[in-house]
């Protein structure tokens, strides 16, 4: 970073900081997302905004290597207690955090002690892919649903420590349950919007006191800082209503998990590639390329998507988590589900939605891998085999071998393989992130080997 952009962030800050000083801000959380998923970072108070923003804040490289339970892996390239990197906040996305009075909000890059991007972050990898695709002609629009189950936060008398206790029953989409969360959704919808977040829905989703909200797609970047920014802000107005938020992919062994699907559409000129082609369901060729590479490279994406043991819990047909990796119109069964659109709204509305994945993923690493798989698609021209327009789970094994329907991986080791196999995907994420991904993967492999399914769910219930 050259002197002048630091002279630039610092005034930039210096503005900023008076005007957070009025609206009675007293800190600016800088959070960052580590490999494992786990949002992490520092604060500072506001009259060291400007200096922050010039300088950085002082952060070890060490939590790259890091696992759900503060665990520190060996890896390759990550994991040693040397060396330091600095915070930089981004001050365009500063926000002030509606649901902790006091607290404003501001996604952090991490830069090395020279100025240049750290070679791990996975925030500045996002830009750099987003910008590659630019220098294409190709812009891609993404956003991340939310799904999320709360528990009490005071447990019943003889409960096990960290157990889940539904915060509130009635039926999956049901009015008993609206009116139960009414005063906590309330706030909750206030604080987004408060904080300029476009939501698009809520409701109350199938598990056992779950719920869900879905925003207007973005510029990836600002996609991936909004479901951060989401989550955050979920967690404290949970906080504020005494209850529990989990954003596990399994918060109890034997039930429906947690999704965190991505929306994306592709586009160039301004079109949407998703629709108005002659392709199948409407696709262009482009859009069909872009999903072609989403389906080639599912398996070694689920990686990075559907980053944790627990993940693989989740995975099962019948819960609407995309377990055959196939694509088909509004198939939510299928990993890749192509959602048209209505008639009249497609050029605005139509996507593919991978549903296969979860919010324990880190969200810049996941666009970054969906990405460059959807880049190298359309680099080959890839097309499609035909649409799954069934739930392959209701086919008979021989049924599905003969449609060349398969599962996703059926665990993390498996999507680990695929992902060290895959030579697109290991080039877009570079030899020390990929590296990185795959020591963290395995660490986590390794700390759970052996656990029943309620010990993992256990251990990974309250981290994300
Ligand atoms: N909760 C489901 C999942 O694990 C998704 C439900 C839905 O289709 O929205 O992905
Ligand atoms: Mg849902």
């Known amino acids: 970073m050259e002197q002048e952009e630091r002279d630039r962030r610092r005034e930039q800050g210096g503005r900023l900081a008076s005007r957070l000083r009025g609206a009675g801000v007293v800190g600016v959380v800088l959070p960052w997302v580590d490999t494992s998923g786990v949002t992490r970072g520092k604060a500072v108070p506001v009259d060291r905004l400007p200096d922050a923003a010039a300088w950085g804040v002082g952060m070890s490289p060490v939590f790259d290597a890091f696992l759900f339970d503060d665990s520190i892996i060996a890896g390759r390239f990550a994991g040693s207690a040397v060396g330091d990197l600095r ?16 607290w404003a909000w501001a996604p952090a890059d991490r830069y090395d002690l020279d100025g240049e991007p750290h070679v791990q972050d996975s925030r500045l990898l996002l830009r750099r892919t987003v910008d590659a695709l630019a220098s294409e002609g190709l812009a891609v629009r993404a956003a991340f649903e939310v799904e999320w189950v709360l528990g009490l936060a005071d447990l019943p008398a003889g409960s096990e420590p960290g157990a889940f206790v539904p915060a509130f029953s009635g039926p999956a989409y049901g009015m008993a349950r609206h009116v139960e969360v009414s005063d906590y959704a309330r706030d909750l919808l206030t604080a987004l919007a408060d904080q300029g977040i476009a939501v698009e829905q809520f409701h109350p989703e199938y598990a056992a006191a779950q719920l869900e909200v879905s925003v207007a797609a973005e510029d990836p970047v600002a996609a991936a800082d909004t479901t951060v920014l989401v989550r955050h802000t979920i967690k404290a107005v949970s906080a504020r209503h005494h209850v529990r938020a989990s954003f596990s992919p399994k918060v109890l062994a034997g039930s429906v998990g947690n999704g965190g699907h991505v929306h ?13 082609g002659d392709r199948a369901c409407g696709l262009t060729s482009g859009g ?9 490279h599912l398996p070694g994406l689920l990686a ?14 019948s819960h609407w988590a995309g377990a055959f990796a196939v694509w088909g ?19 605005a509305a139509a996507n593919v939605e991978v549903k296969c994945i979860d919010a324990a993923a880190n969200p810049y690493l996941l666009l970054t891998g969906l990405l460059a798989a959807g880049r190298a698609g359309v680099a080959s021209r890839a097309t499609l085999p035909a649409p799954v327009d069934v739930d ?44 990185t991904i795959a020591d963290v993967r ?23």
Not at 87 to 102: E, I, K, N, Y
Not at 288 to 296: K, N, S
């Open 392 to 435: 392959p789970g209701t086919l008979s094994d021989e049924q599905r071998r003969a449609a060349g329907i398969r599962a996703v991986p059926s665990s993390l080791e498996e999507a680990l393989r695929a992902f060290e196999a895959d030579d697109v995907l290991r080039a877009a994420f570079g030899e020390e992130v990929a590296a």
């Open 288 to 296: 069909e390329a872009f999903v072609a590479g989403l389906l080639q």
């Open 304 to 317: 990075v998507g559907a980053p944790t043991v627990a993940s693989y819990l989740r995975l099962v047909p």
């Open 264 to 276: 994306l559409s592709v586009w160039r000129d301004g079109a949407n590639l998703m629709t108005g």
């Open 329 to 347: 119109p509004e198939n939510r069964e299928a990993a890749l589900r192509l959602v048209p659109g209505p008639r009249g709204h497609r050029e």
């Open 87 to 102: 915070l930089h906040p981004d001050l365009d996305r500063l926000t002030v955090l509606a649901a902790q009075p006091g």
């Open 442 to 464: 395995r660490g986590e492999v390794a700390a759970l080997a052996g656990r029943s399914p309620e010990e993992v769910t256990a251990a990974l219930r309250w981290v994300h």
